[in-house]
């Protein structure tokens, strides 16, 4: 079964930075994309970040353009998520999940949708005050 399991949320005052990490396992292949995601209250999910395990393609939501950075240890199948110049506006709940499939066939920025993802993990509180 694939599991994906986020650790790294937390409070940071504004400006400052975090790290979430998504621990990935099940897959017997590598093609999938890992991506992060996040809701905040009365707003929809959003992807944030998604990098595809194949081809190392990566896509940006626009508002973390700048100041978000997605990376990957292929040899301990974790994906990062490095969060600077923190604001108020990126408090959410972020949830680590995959899409499967080859990039051969989906580009990452289809896959960075939440109705394009298979699987989905528990999500990590991140709070950010003024």
């Known amino acids: 079964d694939v599991q994906l399991q986020a650790s790294g949320g937390g409070l940071v005052q504004g400006g400052g930075s975090l790290r979430l990490s998504c621990a990935v396992s099940?897959?017997?292949?590598?093609?999938?994309?890992i991506g992060w995601f996040r809701q905040a209250p009365g707003k929809e999910r959003e992807g944030v970040a998604c990098?595809?395990?194949?081809?190392?393609?990566?896509y940006y939501g626009d508002s973390v353009k700048g100041r978000f950075t997605i990376s990957s240890d292929n040899a301990k199948n974790t994906v990062y998520l490095q969060m600077n110049s923190l604001k108020p506006e990126d408090t959410a709940v972020y949830y680590c999940?995959?899409?499967?499939?080859?990039?051969?066939?989906?580009?990452?920025?289809?896959?960075?949708?939440?109705?394009?993802?298979?699987?989905w993990g528990k999500g990590t509180q991140v709070t950010v005050s003024s």
């Open positions: 990098i595809a395990r194949d081809d190392g393609s990566i």
């Open positions: 099940g897959f017997s292949f590598d093609d999938y994309a």
């Open positions: 999940a995959a899409d499967a499939g080859s990039s051969r066939f989906y580009t990452i920025y289809s896959r960075c949708n939440q109705y394009a993802v298979d699987y």
